[in-house]
C-alpha cells in the first residue's frame, strides 16, 4: 500500500510536496469521474445555515472557525488512518494546538479501538465504479471481530443523513471491487469533549435508501452541466 501522505493544515496554505492531493477518480477510457463527496453537494444543508447565524451572534467568525475545525477534523483522520495502516503520522505541517486538539479524537478512537479484534485490508484507497461512473475513497475495509466490513470516520458533532448516503455509496464500490460486506459502521468522533463520541452500525434498510438517493444526486449531478449550458 502507498505511504499515506500527510493532509493540509490549513485548505488554501501551500504546504509543498508532503501534502496529498485531493484525489482524481478516472475511469478507465480516461475520462474523469466526480468523487462521492462532490456528488453529495447537490443536497441543501439547511442544518449549516442555522450554525452559521448562531455562531455570528455569538462573535465567531464563521470561516476561521471552519477552518481551524477542519484543519483538526482532517488531522485526526490521518493519524486514525496512520494507526490503522500501522504508519507514523508526518505531523509536521501542524501547530501544537492543532496535534493537542486532535489528541482527543485519538484518544476517544483508541478507546474504541481496544474493545475490538481489527485487521485491515484496505485503508484510505480510491475505488471507481465503472459501472455507475463516481469514485470514492475507502476509509477502512478489513476484519472487526472476525465481520467483514466498512469502516468509514467522521470527526463531526453528529452523524448525519448526508453520512449514511456517503456510506452506502462506499459499500456499492466495494461490492463492485469483489469485496464481500458484512457489516457497516459509521464511527463519529468528537473533536471536543462536549462532541463526544458515537458509533452507528447501519441496516440493509438504510444502505438500501442510501444508495437510492445517492443515485438520484448523481443524475443531478451529471444534468447540471447540461442546464447551464440550456439557451
Same mark, same amino acid.
Given at each position: 500500500?502507498?505511504? +499515506?501522505?500527510?493532509?493540509?493544515?490549513?485548505?488554501?496554505?501551500?504546504?509543498?510536496?508532503?501534502?496529498?492531493?485531493?484525489?482524481?477518480?478516472?475511469?478507465?477510457?480516461?475520462?474523469?469521474?466526480?468523487?462521492?463527496?462532490?456528488?453529495?453537494?447537490? /443536497?441543501?444543508?439547511?442544518?449549516?445555515?442555522?450554525?452559521?447565524?448562531?455562531?455570528?451572534?455569538?462573535?465567531?467568525?464563521?470561516?476561521?472557525?471552519?477552518?481551524?475545525?477542519?484543519?483538526?477534523?482532517?488531522?485526526?483522520?490521518?493519524?486514525?488512518?496512520?494507526?490503522?495502516?500501522?504508519?507514523?503520522?508526518? +505531523?509536521?505541517?501542524?501547530?501544537?494546538?492543532?496535534?493537542?486538539?486532535?489528541?482527543?479524537?485519538?484518544?476517544?478512537?483508541?478507546?474504541?479501538?481496544?474493545?475490538?479484534?481489527?485487521?485491515?485490508?484496505?485503508?484510505?484507497a480510491?475505488?471507481?465504479?465503472?459501472?455507475?461512473?463516481?469514485?470514492?475513497?475507502?476509509?477502512?475495509?478489513?476484519?472487526?471481530d472476525?465481520?467483514?466490513?466498512?469502516?468509514?470516520?467522521?470527526?463531526?458533532?453528529?452523524?448525519?443523513?448526508?453520512?449514511?448516503?456517503?456510506?452506502?455509496?462506499?459499500?456499492? +464500490? +466495494?461490492?463492485?471491487?469483489?469485496?464481500?460486506i458484512?457489516?457497516?459502521?459509521?464511527?463519529?468522533?468528537?473533536?471536543?469533549?462536549?462532541?463526544?463520541?458515537?458509533?452507528?452500525? /447501519?441496516?440493509?434498510?438504510? /444502505?438500501?435508501?442510501?444508495?437510492?438517493?445517492?443515485?438520484?444526486?448523481? *443524475?443531478?449531478?451529471?444534468?447540471?452541466?447540461?442546464?447551464?449550458?440550456? *439557451?
Open positions: 500500500m502507498a505511504k +499515506l501522505g500527510a493532509p493540509a493544515a490549513t485548505p488554501k496554505e501551500d504546504l509543498g510536496e508532503k501534502v496529498r492531493a485531493h484525489v482524481q477518480y478516472k475511469a478507465a477510457d480516461g475520462s474523469r469521474l466526480p468523487g462521492v463527496t462532490t456528488v453529495l453537494g447537490v /443536497l441543501s444543508k439547511p442544518a449549516l445555515v442555522s450554525w452559521a447565524n448562531r455562531m455570528g451572534l455569538n462573535g465567531i467568525d464563521t470561516s476561521k472557525y471552519r477552518d481551524e475545525a477542519a484543519a483538526i477534523g482532517t488531522l485526526a483522520h490521518y493519524m486514525i488512518v496512520c494507526d490503522l495502516a500501522g504508519e507514523d503520522a508526518d +505531523l509536521s505541517q501542524y501547530t501544537p494546538q492543532q496535534i493537542e486538539r486532535a489528541e482527543w479524537s485519538m484518544s476517544s478512537y483508541r478507546a474504541w479501538k481496544r474493545r475490538h479484534t481489527i485487521e485491515h485490508i484496505l485503508v484510505e480510491p475505488l471507481v465504479s465503472e459501472e455507475h461512473r463516481f469514485g470514492g475513497t475507502i476509509d477502512f475495509y478489513g476484519s472487526i472476525d465481520a467483514l466490513g466498512l469502516l468509514d470516520f467522521k470527526t463531526s458533532a453528529g452523524i448525519y443523513a448526508e453520512h449514511r448516503i456517503q456510506v452506502s455509496a462506499y459499500v456499492k +464500490l +466495494l461490492r463492485e471491487h469483489g469485496h464481500r458484512q457489516e457497516v459502521r459509521v464511527l463519529r468522533i468528537g473533536r471536543t469533549e462536549d462532541e463526544g463520541f458515537s458509533e452507528h452500525i /447501519l441496516g440493509l434498510g438504510e /444502505l438500501k435508501t442510501g444508495w437510492e438517493i445517492f443515485r438520484a444526486c448523481l *443524475a443531478i449531478h451529471a444534468l447540471m452541466p447540461k442546464m447551464k449550458g440550456a *439557451a
